[in-house]
């Protein structure tokens, strides 16, 4: 017989259960909702071990970087969106019942 997991938070980046085991890193404090315009003091945020991986991987070389994935992303998705495009250009329609 297997002991059920202790689940003891969410991760605030995937929202899976987190047990003490993938507990990776915590985020204690005060916390501002700039869309809510609310601040909420105490607060206690946790993230799972592949989150806090990606955190870790997005915050290196600051905005810059962050500004270069952006503007990688854009382009895959220019490209990707071209190429479909010329795909649905070349398919001839099928008509039914003839
Ligand atoms: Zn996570």
């Not at 806090?52 to 969106?81: F, M, P, S």
Request: net charge negative; with cysteine; glycine share 8%.
């Amino acid at each position: 017989m297997t002991d059920k997991p202790v689940y003891i938070g969410i991760c605030i980046c995937c929202g899976k259960p987190i047990t003490r085991d993938n507990l990776s890193t915590s985020l204690e404090g005060r916390v501002i909702d700039w869309n809510e315009k609310i601040s909420i003091q105490g607060v206690t945020y946790h993230f799972c071990h592949h989150c806090a991986g990606n955190v870790k991987d997005y915050l290196k070389g600051g905005i810059k970087e962050a500004v270069k994935r952006q503007d990688e992303d854009l382009e895959v998705i220019a490209r990707l969106k071209a190429l479909d495009d010329k795909d649905k250009a070349t398919i001839d329609p099928v008509i039914v019942g003839s």
